[in-house]
């Protein structure tokens, strides 16, 4: 099996996981009757050290989900031009949150402290709340550096 991990759509699964996936238990998740991915979030969330997980089925939903945990309509997104969240997702900052972005240049996808302080706001009426700096761990459009 060739693991691919640009993205989560190019690792195709193999004959035996498209068997387990279509033979897998599923129910309905609001009545607690889906028991495979119950299952799978409380495995994730011991391995974590977690009270809980929630699956996503996408990075891309992931990011939103946790973009709008972090924001309220009319705040700030911080994130490199060249971002994830920024390029390649519809527009969904500002579609999911009601948020506006201010895009900065880093290093390749890499955002320093030091520009990350400069272009936070002062407070003021007229201006967003910044309320989250969107930082990638691998840089994606940015080159795929790898931040350590």
Partial sequence: MRIELRSDTFT?????????MFNAEVGDDVWEEDY???ALEEKVASMFGMEAALFCPSGTMANQIAIKVHTQAGDEVICDYTSHVYQYEG???????SASVKLLHGDRGKLSVNLIEAALREENVHYPRTSLVSVENTTNKGGVLVMI
């Fill in 91 to 97: 527009g969904g900052i500002a579609f999911n949150s």
């Fill in 12 to 20: 195709k699964p193999t004959k035996e996981m498209l068997d387990y």
């Fill in 36 to 38: 495979t991915a119950k």
